[in-house]
């Protein structure tokens, strides 16, 4: 087995240490950063994606596992950031304004950050203005909205407008979920993608940047 396949199956079952000491070793026998990123980290945590949605895997295990993925990446930033870019890209979140409901959210960034994305958590009763303005700073072609209330679900449709009207959209994409969202509601709004878990967001995002 070779040392990219031995991180992806210690990353799976959240051996952090042992992650960081094998990533550590792969670097010190001159396999490229984005290599064990790829090859390494992120097949790991594309494997504990499937496991979760199919459940095969529950949320301590998946968190053990984004944990391992952090000690890899730990050492595999400074290198990735001087090489131009670390990871997959930025993803502005955040729970749309008037819903203080994150548990959700939460855990898209958890799958997110796993999957090897900077996110960008605004937390909950984020205004429309805020997500696009920050999406604009952080240069982040994607933003990710949650809402657990029917009354919320058109804070939605405000940034879609917004993107709009800065002539912003299909440079920036949206993402949204959350209870009473559904792929009728995104269709209707003109949102991107609709996502149903935190490992589907993964899927969706992945699929929207190519």
């Known amino acids: 087995m070779s040392i990219l396949e031995r991180i992806a199956q210690e990353l799976e079952i959240g051996e952090d240490e042992e992650v960081a000491k094998l990533t550590q070793n792969a670097l010190n026998n001159g396999i490229p950063a984005r290599e064990i ?10 494997v504990v994606g499937v496991k979760f949605k199919s459940h095969e895997m529950f949320l301590p295990e998946v968190l053990m596992a984004a944990r391992a993925m952090h000690a890899g990446m730990d050492l595999l930033k400074p290198l990735l950031e001087s090489d131009g870019g670390s990871g997959r890209g930025k993803v502005v979140l955040g729970t749309v304004e008037g819903d203080l409901h994150d548990i959700g959210k939460n855990l898209v960034g958890i799958m997110l950050k796993g999957a090897g994305y900077d996110v960008i958590d605004l937390g909950s009763d984020v205004s429309p203005e805020t997500f696009v303005e920050t999406a604009k700073r952080e240069n982040s072609s994607i933003i990710g909205m949650s809402a657990l209330l029917t009354t919320t679900m058109p804070a939605m449709k405000r940034v879609i407008g917004l993107l709009k009207e800065q002539g912003l959209q299909g440079k920036i994409r949206t993402v949204i979920g959350g209870a009473p969202v559904s792929q009728a509601y995104a269709d209707e709004i003109g949102a991107d993608a609709y996502s149903y878990d935190g490992a589907n967001a993964v899927v969706c995002i992945n699929k929207l940047l190519g």
């Open 37 to 46: 990123l790829d090859n390494g980290l992120l097949k790991g945590m594309d």
